[in-house]
């Protein structure tokens, strides 16, 4: 792959749930021409939680890996369960050795910044040369600088400037990712 390329995107600062909708565009019209690994978040729809984690969906085959412990209506801790992420992760790093052309990950959130969650399918993705598209919020970003730096490329929740990272990355790869 072309060094000077940068194979890990990041979208800083940017809304969770505005991240999750246009990645989720983004790849709807990616998949007919590459091999997509990874997850996506979800909610869980719960009403009266403080925390908004609920799930992670899986790209290739849509199984949903819960990431919250339901404490019940006006708990005040967060709900965050990191077994579900666990198993994405090592769902995800199946899917990287079996071959895929990009690995699209919801975030780096809390759990990766304590080196848990998906930080193996971060890992295995980057040991496996495969580009990753992520997000992170400014609460980790220090942490995500710590793991990703110098292979990332910063760039704006725009639909554009993501999807063009792609097709330059796509363009330096080997031809097998231009299948």
């Not at 999750?20 to 997509?36: C, K, M, P, V, Y």
């Not at 799930?55 to 579900?84: E, H, M, T, V």
Request: charged share 25%; glycine share 8%; aromatic share 6%.
């Amino acid at each position: 792959m072309d060094t000077t390329v940068k194979t890990i995107a990041v979208v800083r600062d940017a809304p969770s749930d505005a991240v999750q909708t246009l990645f989720h565009d983004l790849i709807e019209g990616w998949q007919g021409s590459a091999r997509i690994a990874g997850v996506l978040a979800e909610g869980h729809g719960l009403e009266g939680r403080r925390c908004n984690a609920g799930f992670l969906r899986s790209i290739r085959d849509g199984r949903r890996y819960p990431i919250f412990q339901d404490l019940g209506a006006g708990a005040q801790a967060c709900q965050l369960d990191g077994r579900g992420a666990s198993e994405a992760s090592e769902a995800i790093r199946r899917d990287i050795e079996d071959g895929c052309d990009l690995v699209v990950l919801s975030k780096f959130g809390k759990l990766e910044a304590a080196r848990e969650g998906l930080m193996p399918a971060f890992a295995a993705a980057v040991e496996a040369g495969v580009p990753v598209l992520t997000s992170v919020s400014p609460a980790f970003r220090e942490a995500w600088d710590r793991f990703a730096e110098p292979l990332i490329v910063a760039l704006p929740l725009e639909r554009d400037a993501i999807d063009a990272w792609w097709r330059s990355v796509r363009d330096a790869a080997p031809s097998a990712a231009h299948a």
